[in-house]
């Protein structure tokens, strides 16, 4: 049985090689190691953010596209409901989609700025992270902000994810041009809040 409340877990490698369409030899250095270690690519052997981790990213989608690979629970979320490993261009700058961003303080105060005469959240608890999406109906990207910093003490407690990915029906947040998406997944990105490693499901 699933013990994180993902309910996706099982014992088949996360993620596998149809050796008759493609040899190893063609995967990179990291996806060879989550290969040969049964590692999840959500577990990044990257630092998140970095190219190599983009790239991996970017490589999984095309191995998996051409079903050279097989992966399941979060990775296989990713690839089929993310964006993750693509860029866009958005006000002539370079940009991952799908990828959690952490809000400088200059950052809450310029939104702040820009919402005069507006109810809003003060700057100690305004939104902590965005990520830039495509907007599946308008083909856009768009912005969307989420989270908070309180978040960091509980996500090591499994009781408190578990908690909130009821109490937020996470398992029916599909559109992830919303903010409730990507807060129900954070644990995925857990690395970006300075916790040692990610965790599966939902929060």
């Known amino acids: 049985m699933c013990g994180c409340g993902c309910g996706t ?7 596998m090689l149809n050796e008759s369409l493609a040899p ?15 590692r999840p690519l959500t577990e990044h052997v990257y630092r998140a953010g970095s190219e190599n981790y983009f790239n991996l990213w970017a490589e999984a989608r095309a191995l998996y596209s051409r079903n050279i690979i097989e992966v399941q629970g979060d990775d296989l979320a990713v690839l089929t409901e993310t964006d993750l490993g693509h860029t866009a261009i958005v006000e002539g700058v370079k940009v ?9 303080e200059a950052e809450i105060n310029e939104e702040e700025k820009k919402k005069i005469g507006k109810p809003m959240r003060s700057s100690s608890g305004g939104k902590a992270y965005k990520v830039y999406v495509r907007d599946p109906k ?5 912005t969307v902000r989420f ?8 996500i ?7 908690a909130f990915a009821k109490r937020h029906d996470c398992a029916n947040k599909k559109d ?8 129900c997944r954070l644990p995925r990105y857990a690395k970006l809040l300075g916790l040692k490693s990610n965790f599966s499901g939902f929060w």
């Open 9 to 15: 877990c099982s014992s088949k490698k996360p993620v």
């Open 24 to 38: 190893k030899e063609i995967l990179s250095e990291g996806l060879k190691y989550h290969l040969d270690n049964a």
């Open 96 to 104: 991952p989609l799908d990828f959690p961003i952490e809000l400088t």
């Open 138 to 142: 308008t083909k856009k990207i768009k």
């Open 147 to 154: 989270g908070s910093g309180g978040l960091r003490a509980k």
């Open 156 to 162: 090591n407690n499994p009781k408190a994810r578990q």
């Open 176 to 183: 992830k041009t919303k903010a409730s998406y990507w807060s």
